[in-house]
């Protein structure tokens, strides 16, 4: 009986994109990646069986390479990870269907790129600094401190939720704070939750490529003004995940 599959899209490019003899996509094997066109567009794919989960870190890892790769190189339309469809017949019909549409999101993003900016506080710093703060809270800290968990648990817990509430607060403040520093520099911003109580900033923005190195720098000096704050990383260049949204290309 022959295997079922299936072709994994991983994202719309327009349609003189050639995908690289060594692309891999996902699956174990990696499958062969493909491009299949229709008009201005194609879609970039791959086989997969249908009877084989996709979701292995692995698999992610492949897609991320696979689309990032692309978007170093021309503008690309992220779909959705874990997007399988029948076969070819169905990417050319989702490809009809959304041809003016994604042809005018591509011409959007023709020449930008996406950079994630993300820090994380020092945690020693931060509660320092919070406690300094908030005369409140360092007498709760003062009244726990070297006494027995149990002994002190109604304070601990609200000398917790002081602190969580402290932290939002500071997120915020910071988020705004990198959003100004940077939006000059920018097409767009948008804003990621944290994924981390200790997330200081987090927000992705979409960068034309001839302003790349001016925001590297820009970044940097926002990392070096805090560096005894957080630990600030720059993540990209990247495909625009985050100015492409999922229901814009496949539901």
């Known amino acids: 009986m022959a295997e079922e599959t299936g072709l994994f899209i991983y994202g719309i490019v327009p349609s003189d994109v050639e995908p690289t003899p060594d692309a891999a996509g996902v699956g174990d094997p ?16 791959s086989e997969v069986s249908l009877t084989e989960s996709i979701g292995r870190p692995a698999d992610l890892t492949a897609y991320q390479e696979l689309v990032d790769g692309t978007a170093a190189v021309a503008p690309v339309l992220p779909v959705r990870f ?19 549409r994604f ?28 406690l300094a703060d908030n005369p ?23 000398l917790g939720e002081m602190i ?18 940077l939006g000059p520099l920018v097409v767009a911003s948008a804003p990621r939750p944290p994924s981390n109580e ?3 900033a ?22 070096e003004q805090r560096r005894e704050l957080m630990r600030t990383r720059l993540l ?7 100015f492409v949204s999922a229901h814009q290309l496949v539901k």
């Open 202 to 223: 987090n927000a992705a923005f979409l960068v034309e490529r001839d302003r790349e190195e001016d925001f590297v720098a820009a970044v940097e000096e926002y990392a």
């Open 198 to 200: 200790l997330d200081a």
């Open 30 to 45: 990696p499958g062969e990646v493909a491009a299949i066109r229709h008009g201005e567009l194609a879609a970039l794919v």
């Open 103 to 130: 042809a005018a999101a591509l011409d959007e993003f023709e020449g930008r790129i996406q950079y994630v900016v993300h820090g994380r506080y020092d945690e020693p710093n931060l509660i320092a600094g919070v």
């Open 136 to 158: 409140a809270a360092a007498e709760l800290a003062d009244q726990v401190r070297g006494q027995p968990e149990a002994a002190t648990r109604p304070q601990r817990i609200r």
């Open 236 to 242: 990209g260049p990247l495909a625009p995940y985050d």
């Open 164 to 181: 969580s509430q402290a932290v939002e607060l500071r997120r915020e403040a910071e988020n705004r704070q990198l959003v100004d520093a």
């Open 82 to 100: 874990g997007t399988v469809v029948t076969g070819p017949d169905a990417v050319a019909d989702l490809l009809e269907a959304h041809h003016d």
